[in-house]
Every structure is written in C-alpha cells, then in structure tokens.
C-alpha cells in the first residue's frame, strides 16, 4: 500500500511516474511528505514545476529530508516555487 489517495488516471505518462516517485522514495517520511503533496499538485503544476520536481526528487532522502524539515538551511541552487510548495503544504499536513 502506498499511502496515495490520487488515482493517477487522467496524468500524463510523465505525472504518473512522478507521482509514483513520491510515494516510493525509500525513507517513509518523505513518502509521506512528498507522496502527500503530489497527490495534492500533481496535476496542476506547470511545465516549468514539472522539471523543478524531478530535480528535487532527484535528490536522495538523507539530503532532503533536514531540508524539509528546517534542520538545515536550503540551498540556493535548490530553493524553487515547487520547494516552497512543498514547505507550504508542509505545515499543513496532518497524519
């Protein structure tokens, strides 16, 4: 079980590879968190959020997970619209 509440019909063969991506990431929490979000954004985001996402997931767990969190600071190269979407909705998750 994944956790997803979106069904992936209607996504684009990219989108639904993203959205698997989310929920399947290795590190529970960030299933959690980044599985959550694109359930919710998928969909609607843009071209350009399409590609600052897949950057972002390209980035391994150990890493990103103090990023998402506030343990460390975010990196310049890294701080996007998508990031501070994913932090928004962040603190607005509930488990």
Known sequence: MTGTKRSSEGLDAHRRKLLFRSWHRGMREMDLILGTFAD???????????????????????????????????PADIDCAVLQKILASRRTMTF
């Open 40 to 74: 919710a954004e998928i969909g609607a985001l843009t071209g350009e959020e399409i590609e600052q996402y897949e950057r972002l997931l390209d980035i391994s767990d150990t890493e990103f997970l103090p990023l998402i969190t506030g343990e460390r600071p975010i």
